[in-house]
C-alpha cells in the first residue's frame, strides 16, 4: 500500500487536499488538485504554464490515480507529455531524476535550476485569502497568449487573492478528435478491460501485434499487467516488454471513468543496440586507457564536466575515479582562466593544443605538467581528450608516443566503423571506408626534418577533415596513410564527390618555411555492404583497392569494379544534364486536377521531361536524384517555373479557360536564399496573376527545417502565390505544424490512394486525412488514381479533388491546351490515351 493511503489513515479519514506549490522565475502560486491530468511545461497550451525558458515545451505529466480496493487517489508524475515524448533536461525528484514518481507529501520536483513545484497533502482546503509559506512571494498573473483555451497562467483562481478563489478547469475533449489522433499515432495505443479484454487499438497497434486479440492475457503486453492493478503496488507501470526481438517500453495506467487500463507502446529496440554498443566503447576505451602510464580525462565539451578518468590520473592526482567525475576540469588547473580559454578555441577551432600547467593534487600540491587536448568526436556528440603526464616522464615516453596515439586512434576507427556498420544494417543504408595514401617528393621528411614532417602530416589531417561532411571521421592510418569513415551514405555518387574532394584538397601544396611542398594522393574504396560486412573485411579491401589505383596511377579505385562503373556513368550523367539545359533539351507535360463533381479542370501540373537526341522521352525519375546532387536542378527548377507560367498566360490569351499551373520545388531549390526573389521576378517578367500558380512541396521537405519552411511559405504568400504539400500521409506531418503554415492545398500520398480498398482500416485512415484537411479549410487532392473503384471510394469519402492516370495521362502543351478548349461545363472524358496508359 502506497504511503499517501498510510497518511490518509493517519487523518483519521478525514478529506484530503492535494496542494501543489509551482515556483517560476515569474511567479508563485499554490493550486488544489483535483482534475484527472496537469500538464506541465514552458508551452501555452499546457494547463500549468512555466516561463523559465529552460524548461521543454512540455516538460511533464501529473497523473490521477484511484485505488479500487480503498477508493482512495494519489497522484503522479511523469517525465513528458502522455504521447511518450520526454523533455529535454528530464524530472529530478528531492535531487534524484526519475521517469515516473508517486508524489508523497513534500516531494520536491526540479524542472530546471529555476522552476520547481513542492507537492503536500492536507486535512485543510486551498482557502480564500489563505497566507502562501513564507518563502513564497505571491505575484501577478502573467497573460497568456489568447489561444482558445484557459490554463493556470491566465486563470486567476491560481493566485491567493481577494476575489478569487480556485475552481477546477473543464476540458472537454472531442472523441473524435481524439481517437483521429490515436489513429494517426505512428506509436501502438491499446486499451484493455480488467479481464483482459481489448477494448480500443488503433492501426500502429494492430499491424505491430495482430495476435494480440486471440492471446490476451498471454500476451506479453498484458502478462502481469491486471494482476498487477488488483494488488496495488503499481499505480502506474512503466515496463520494457521484449516480443519477436523487439524491445517495447510499456507506460500503463488506469482510466477509472472507462474501468480501462491504457498503454502506449514505444519501440526502444535500436536504443537498446546503441546502449550496447555505446558500452562495448566504454569497456575497450577503459582497456586501453588503462595500460597506459599516462594520465588520460574525457571531458564533455558542452558542460567541462569529467566524464571518464583513467587510473594513471588517479595516480597523478591523489583523486580517486568516484571523486573526479564529480569535479569539472577547471578545479583542477591552477591557471583556470587562461586553460578556459584554450579550450574554448580549441573547440571553435576544432585544433590540437599542447602546453605546461600546474595541476592541483588532492594534498594541494601543485604539479608540473604536460597536458595535451584535443577533440574526440563520435557520432554527433563531441569531448575534450586531455593527455596528462608530469614533466619528470615527458621525455621517458616520447619515443612511443606516436605509436601509441596511432594504435589508440586505429582503436577508435574500427569501434566507429563497428558502430556505424550496424546503423547502416538496421537503415538499410551504404557505409564507405577510404584510404587515402599521400605520394611526396623523395626524403621530404629528411628535407625538412621530422617536426615539420610530423607538422605537415597534421596540417594533411585537418585539411582532409573539411572535405567531408559532419558526422564522418578521419585519422591518420600508419606514416603517410590516412583512413576516413563515410557513414550513412545515399549512393556511390555521393562517395565519388567526397572523395574527388579529398583528392582535390592533397593536390594544393603546402609551405613550411622555406620549404613547398607537392604532393599527390591516391584512395582505395570499400563499401558496405556489397564489399563486406565486417570491419577487418573493408579495411581490407579498402587496402586491395588502394593498391589497384597505385598500379592503375588513378586517383581513386573502389574495390568493386562495378562500383567504378557506376561512379562514371554518374559523371557522365551530370554532363549530359548541363549539355541539355545549354541545349534546351527539357520539355514539360501536364496532368490536369479534376473536380469529380463539377467534371471541370480545377488545376493543372507541369511536369518535366528530358527529350535526350536519342534516348528519347526521359522520365524524370532517372536523372532527377544526379541533377539534386550536382545543384542543377536550381537551374533547372527555374526554367521549369518561367516555362509553366508563360505557357499558363499563353492559353489565357488564346481565350482559353482559366486554370491553376502547379509546380514542384525540390527540397534544393527550397533551401536557396534567392528563391522568392526569382518567383517574383518570372511573374513579373510573364505577367502571371500570382493566385494562378501554385508551389507544390514535399512533407519531407517542410519537416527539414520548419523554422525556415515557415519564414519562407510567408514570403511566398505575400507574393500571392498558393502553396501545397504533397506525399500527405498520418507519419509525416505533425498537426502542429500544419497550424502554424500556412497552406492552400494538401496531396494524400499516392502510395495510400492505390493500396485503398474496402477494408475498414484503409478507408478510416483516409477518411481521417481528408477531414483533417478540410478541418483546417485545405484543398484535399488525392493523386495517382488508377481504377474506378479508387474513385468511387474516395467520392464516398467526400474527396472531391482528384489526379491520376484515369482522367488521363501527362500531355504535350499542344494536347494539353486542346483539352483545355473542351467545353468547361461537360464531365470529364476518359480518353483513349489514359486507357492505353493504364493497360
Known sequence: MNTNYNQTQKMDLEQI?????????????????????????????????LSCQKTSRNHATVLRRTDLKSNQCSYWILDGDLQGNRSRNGIYINGKKALVHELQSGDIVHFSA????????????LLNNAPLDENLVPIAPVAAPAIGRDTWVNKETVVSSEQQTPQKIERPIDDSLQLTLAELSPQPIIESDLYGNITYINSAGIINFQDIYHRKLNHPLLDNLISQYHQGHNNIISREVTINQETFQQTAYYLPEKRVIRSYLTNISQQKIVEQELQQVKTFYSRISEQISEGIILVEAATKQIIEANHATSKILGYS????????????????????LVIKNIIAENNNFEGEYSLRHKNSNLIPSQVKLSIVKFESEASICLIIRTLESKMAVNAVEQASTE???????NQQLLTAIANAKRSQKLLAVLLCKLDFLPDINVSIGEKNYEKLLLALEKRLDTCLRSGDTVIRWHEDK??????????IEEVTKITQRVNQSTHQSFTLGKTKASITSVTGIAVYPQDGAEPEILIANAHTALERASNNKIDYQFYDDAMNSQALVALELESLLQQALEQEEFELYYQPQININSGKMEAIEALLRWKHPELGLVAPGNFMRIAEKTKLIVPIGEWTIRTACLQNKQ??????????????????????????????????????????????????????????????INQLKCLGVKIAVDGFTSGFLALDYLKQIPLDSLKIDRALVQQLTNSPQ???LVNALIEIGKGFDLRVVAEGVETQEQLELLRS???????????GRPLAANEAGKLLQLDDSAEVVETESAKFERE
Open 17 to 49: 487536499h492535494h496542494i501543489l506549490v509551482i515556483e517560476d522565475p515569474s511567479f508563485v502560486r499554490e493550486i488544489e488538485l483535483d482534475a484527472a491530468t496537469y500538464s506541465i511545461g514552458r508551452h501555452s497550451s499546457n494547463d500549468i504554464v
Open 114 to 125: 529555476d522552476a520547481s513545484v513542492r507537492y503536500k497533502i492536507s486535512t485543510e482546503p
Open 321 to 340: 575515479a568516484a571523486e573526479l567525475l564529480q569535479m569539472n576540469v577547471y578545479q583542477l588547473v591552477e591557471q583556470s582562466e587562461k586553460f578556459a
Open 407 to 413: 594504435l589508440f586512434k586505429r582503436e577508435l576507427f
Open 482 to 491: 590516412f583512413a576516413l569513415l563515410l557513414p550513412q551514405v545515399s549512393d
Open 651 to 712: 492559353w489565357q490569351t488564346q481565350a482559353m479557360p482559366v486554370s491553376k499551373m502547379i509546380v514542384s520545388l525540390s527540397l534544393v531549390q527550397f533551401q536557396q536564399s534567392d528563391l522568392v526573389q526569382t518567383i517574383a521576378e518570372i511573374l513579373s517578367e510573364t505577367d502571371l496573376d500570382a493566385s494562378l500558380l501554385e508551389l507544390e512541396v514535399s512533407t519531407a521537405t517542410l519537416m527539414d527545417n520548419i523554422d525556415h519552411s515557415r519564414h519562407l
Open 762 to 764: 484503409d478507408l478510416a
Open 797 to 807: 469519402l467526400n474527396c472531391h479533388y482528384m489526379q491520376g492516370y484515369w482522367f
